[in-house]
C-alpha cells in the first residue's frame, strides 16, 4: 500500500509539472503538438524570464547607484563586476551547468533519488573551485594594470573586487540549486524569489549609498547580501518539503563517483565561459582606444541592455536544455527535436521585437544609466550594432541549450574556441585597433566574426543530429552516472 500511495504523489507531481501530459493532452497533429509543447516550454522560460531578467537587474541596479556617484565609479563597478565577477561567473556558471545535463536526462529516466546527489556533488566540485580563482578577486588591481587600464579604474575596480568575495562563494551554492530546482520544472520559485530579492536589493542599496553614503563598497555589499538571500530562501524550499521526491537529505554518496562529474563539469564550464569571456574582452580592448573611460562607460551601458535583454534568449537556454535532457531521458529522440524546433521560433520572434525596439528608441535608453552628454553620444552611435546582437543572441543561447540538453558540451567548447577566439578577437582587433573604427569596430568584428560563425556551426550540428540515436545514448549514458 505504501508504494502504491508514493507512486501515486509522484504521478501528480509529474502531471503538476506538466512534463508527462495526461491522454487529454496528448498531440496527434502538427498544430497541436506545438501547442502542447509551447506549454511545456513555457512553464519553464516564462518564471525563469522573470527570475533572470530580477538577478541580472541586480547587477544594473548596482551600476546604476554607481553611475550616479561619477564616472569613475560606473567604470570601476563595470570593471570589477563584468570582468573580475564576468570571469569566475562564466566558470562557475558553466560548470553549474552540468547538471542540466544530468539532472534533466535523470528526471526523464525518473531516477529522481539521483538528483540532489548530483547537486552535492555539483557544490563540491564549485566550492573547490571558488578557492583556485580566488586569486583573482584579491590582486585584481594588479591584473587590471596589466591588461591596460588607467590607475584610478584599477585601484577602485580592485576594492570593489576584494568586497565582491562573498559573493562569489554564493555563485558555488545558488548555481547547482537553481538547476537542480530548474530541472524538474519547478521554476515559478524561482522567479517569486528572485522577485523579492531584487526588491531587498534596490533597498539596500539605496540605503548603503543614499542614506549612509558608504560610497562604492555600499553597492558591492548590497550584492553580497542578496546573492546569499536568493540561496538560503530556495535551499530552505528545498529541505523544507518543497522537493520530496529528489532530495532526501545529504549523502556520502556525494562523493563518490566525482572524476566523471568533474570531466563533465569542466567541459560544461569550457563551454560556457569561452562565451562569457568573449564580451569581457570587448570591455578591455576599449581600454586601448582614446577617450577609455568614455568608451567603457558607453560598451557597458550597451552590454547591460544587451545582457538585461538576454535573460530572456537564456531562459530558453534552460527551457530548451531541460525539455531536450527530459525527453531524451525517456528515450524520445523525436520530442526532442521537436521541442527544438519550437523552442528557436519562440526566441527568434521576441527577439525580432526586441531589435526593432532598440532602434526606435536609440535617443532614448541609455538614460537610464548616465546623464552625460558625450557617453549618450557614444552610445547612440552604437544603438544599430546592439539592435543586431539582440537578434543574433536570440538563436544563438537555445542552441548552445541544446547542446546542453544533450552533452554535447566538450564539442562546443572547441567550437567556441576557434569561433570567438580564433576569429573573432582577431577580427575586432583588426577592425577597431588596426583600421581605427574605434568601440564600433571592435564589437562589430566580434560578433560578425565569433558570434555568428559559432551560430552558423551549432545550427548545422543540431539538424544533422540523429535524434534517435541521441536519445538511445542518454539512456545508456545515466545508467553509468551513479
Same mark, same amino acid.
Request: glycine share 10%.
Given at each position: 500500500?505504501?508504494?502504491?500511495?508514493?507512486?501515486?504523489?509522484?504521478?501528480?507531481?509529474?502531471?503538476?509539472?506538466?512534463?508527462?501530459?495526461?491522454?487529454?493532452?496528448?498531440?496527434?497533429?502538427?498544430?497541436?503538438?506545438?501547442?502542447?509543447?509551447?506549454?511545456?516550454?513555457?512553464?519553464?522560460?516564462?518564471?525563469? =524570464?522573470?527570475?533572470?531578467?530580477?538577478?541580472?537587474?541586480?547587477?544594473?541596479?548596482?551600476?546604476?547607484?554607481?553611475?550616479?556617484?561619477?564616472?569613475?565609479?560606473?567604470?570601476?563597478?563595470?570593471?570589477?563586476?563584468?570582468?573580475?565577477?564576468?570571469?569566475?561567473? $562564466?566558470?562557475?556558471?558553466?560548470?553549474?551547468?552540468?547538471?542540466?545535463?544530468?539532472?534533466?536526462?535523470?528526471?526523464?529516466?525518473?531516477?529522481?533519488?539521483? /538528483? $540532489?546527489?548530483?547537486?552535492?556533488?555539483?557544490?563540491?566540485?564549485?566550492?573547490?573551485?571558488?578557492?583556485?580563482?580566488?586569486?583573482?578577486? =584579491?590582486?585584481?588591481?594588479?591584473?587590471?594594470?596589466?591588461?591596460?587600464?588607467?590607475?584610478? +579604474?584599477?585601484?577602485?575596480?580592485?576594492?570593489?573586487?576584494?568586497?565582491?568575495?562573498?559573493?562569489?562563494?554564493?555563485?558555488?551554492?545558488?548555481?547547482?540549486?537553481?538547476?537542480?530546482?530548474?530541472?524538474?520544472?519547478?521554476?515559478?520559485? #524561482?522567479?517569486?524569489?528572485?522577485?523579492?530579492?531584487? !526588491?531587498?536589493?534596490?533597498?539596500?542599496?539605496?540605503?548603503?549609498?543614499?542614506?549612509?553614503?558608504?560610497? @562604492?563598497?555600499?553597492?558591492?555589499?548590497?550584492?553580497?547580501?542578496?546573492?546569499?538571500?536568493?540561496?538560503?530562501?530556495?535551499?530552505?524550499?528545498?529541505?523544507? $518539503?518543497?522537493?520530496?521526491?529528489?532530495?532526501? !537529505?545529504?549523502?556520502?554518496?556525494?562523493?563518490?563517483?566525482?572524476?566523471?562529474?568533474?570531466?563533465?563539469?569542466?567541459?560544461?564550464?569550457? /563551454?560556457?565561459?569561452?562565451?562569457?569571456?568573449?564580451?569581457?574582452?570587448?570591455?578591455? &580592448?576599449?581600454?586601448?582606444?582614446?577617450?577609455? %573611460?568614455?568608451?567603457?562607460?558607453?560598451?557597458?551601458?550597451? &552590454?547591460?541592455?544587451?545582457?538585461?535583454?538576454? &535573460?530572456?534568449? #537564456?531562459?530558453?537556454?534552460?527551457?530548451?536544455?531541460?525539455?531536450?535532457?527530459?525527453?531524451?531521458?525517456?528515450?524520445?529522440?523525436?520530442?526532442?527535436?521537436?521541442?527544438?524546433?519550437?523552442?528557436?521560433?519562440?526566441?527568434?520572434? *521576441?527577439?525580432?521585437?526586441?531589435?526593432? #525596439? @532598440?532602434? +526606435?528608441?536609440?535617443?532614448?535608453?541609455?538614460?537610464?544609466?548616465?546623464?552625460?552628454?558625450?557617453?549618450?553620444?557614444?552610445?547612440?552611435?552604437?544603438?544599430?550594432?546592439?539592435?543586431?546582437? =539582440?537578434?543574433?543572441?536570440?538563436?544563438?543561447? +537555445?542552441?548552445?541549450?541544446?547542446?546542453?540538453?544533450?552533452?554535447?558540451?566538450?564539442?562546443?567548447?572547441?567550437?567556441?574556441?576557434?569561433?570567438?577566439?580564433?576569429?573573432?578577437?582577431?577580427?575586432?582587433?583588426?577592425?577597431?585597433?588596426? #583600421?581605427?573604427?574605434? +568601440?564600433?569596430? *571592435?564589437?562589430?568584428?566580434? *560578433?560578425?566574426?565569433? %558570434?555568428?560563425?559559432?551560430?552558423?556551426?551549432? $545550427?548545422?550540428?543540431?539538424?544533422?543530429?540523429?535524434?534517435?540515436?541521441?536519445?538511445?545514448?542518454?539512456?545508456?549514458?545515466?545508467?553509468?552516472?551513479?
Amino acid at each position: 500500500m505504501k508504494i502504491k500511495n508514493n507512486t501515486t504523489t509522484m504521478d501528480n507531481e509529474l502531471n503538476h509539472g506538466l512534463l508527462h501530459e495526461p491522454p487529454s493532452l496528448v498531440a496527434t497533429d502538427t498544430k497541436s503538438r506545438f501547442w502542447v509543447e509551447s506549454r511545456k516550454l513555457w512553464y519553464i522560460v516564462g518564471p525563469s =524570464i522573470f527570475s533572470r531578467i530580477a538577478s541580472f537587474s541586480m547587477n544594473v541596479v548596482t551600476q546604476a547607484f554607481a553611475g550616479h556617484l561619477g564616472d569613475v565609479e560606473l567604470a570601476a563597478i563595470t570593471i570589477s563586476t563584468g570582468v573580475i565577477v564576468g570571469f569566475n561567473f $562564466g566558470l562557475l556558471l558553466g560548470m553549474a551547468s552540468a547538471l542540466e545535463t544530468l539532472c534533466g536526462q535523470a528526471f526523464g529516466a525518473k531516477r529522481y533519488s539521483m /538528483m $540532489g546527489i548530483y547537486m552535492q556533488r555539483s557544490w563540491i566540485v564549485l566550492l573547490v573551485c571558488c578557492i583556485v580563482t580566488l586569486p583573482f578577486y =584579491i590582486y585584481a588591481t594588479p591584473i587590471l594594470k596589466l591588461l591596460g587600464q588607467s590607475d584610478e +579604474v584599477a585601484e577602485l575596480s580592485g576594492v570593489a573586487a576584494i568586497w565582491l568575495i562573498p559573493q562569489h562563494f554564493s555563485f558555488a551554492f545558488l548555481f547547482p540549486v537553481q538547476r537542480f530546482l530548474q530541472s524538474q520544472s519547478k521554476t515559478p520559485i #524561482l522567479a517569486y524569489v528572485s522577485i523579492v530579492i531584487l !526588491g531587498l536589493h534596490i533597498l539596500i542599496s539605496w540605503l548603503f549609498t543614499s542614506v549612509f553614503h558608504f560610497g @562604492i563598497v555600499g553597492t558591492v555589499v548590497a550584492l553580497d547580501i542578496t546573492w546569499w538571500l536568493n540561496f538560503v530562501a530556495l535551499f530552505a524550499y528545498t529541505v523544507f $518539503g518543497g522537493c520530496p521526491l529528489t532530495w532526501n !537529505g545529504f549523502s556520502m554518496q556525494a562523493f563518490a563517483g566525482l572524476w566523471e562529474f568533474v570531466k563533465l563539469s569542466a567541459a560544461s564550464g569550457v /563551454m560556457l565561459c569561452l562565451e562569457n569571456w568573449y564580451y569581457r574582452i570587448l570591455i578591455l &580592448m576599449t581600454a586601448f582606444l582614446k577617450n577609455a %573611460t568614455i568608451a567603457i562607460d558607453a560598451v557597458s551601458i550597451c &552590454m547591460n541592455i544587451n545582457g538585461w535583454e538576454m &535573460m530572456i534568449p #537564456l531562459a530558453f537556454f534552460a527551457g530548451v536544455g531541460v525539455r531536450v535532457a527530459n525527453e531524451l531521458g525517456a528515450g524520445n529522440g523525436k520530442g526532442a527535436k521537436f521541442a527544438t524546433i519550437v523552442a528557436i521560433l519562440h526566441s527568434a520572434v *521576441i527577439g525580432i521585437v526586441f531589435c526593432v #525596439l @532598440i532602434v +526606435v528608441f536609440h535617443n532614448q535608453f541609455a538614460l537610464i544609466f548616465t546623464s552625460s552628454k558625450v557617453v549618450l553620444d557614444a552610445v547612440k552611435e552604437m544603438a544599430w550594432l546592439l539592435g543586431f546582437t =539582440i537578434l543574433l543572441n536570440s538563436i544563438q543561447p +537555445v542552441i548552445s541549450g541544446v547542446a546542453v540538453g544533450s552533452g554535447w558540451q566538450s564539442w562546443v567548447a572547441y567550437i567556441n574556441l576557434g569561433s570567438y577566439y580564433l576569429v573573432g578577437v582577431p577580427v575586432g582587433v583588426i577592425f577597431g585597433l588596426v #583600421l581605427h573604427l574605434g +568601440v564600433e569596430g *571592435i564589437w562589430g568584428g566580434m *560578433i560578425f566574426g565569433g %558570434t555568428a560563425l559559432q551560430t552558423i556551426i551549432l $545550427g548545422i550540428m543540431t539538424i544533422r543530429c540523429d535524434w534517435e540515436n541521441e536519445a538511445q545514448k542518454a539512456v545508456a549514458k545515466y545508467s553509468t552516472l551513479r
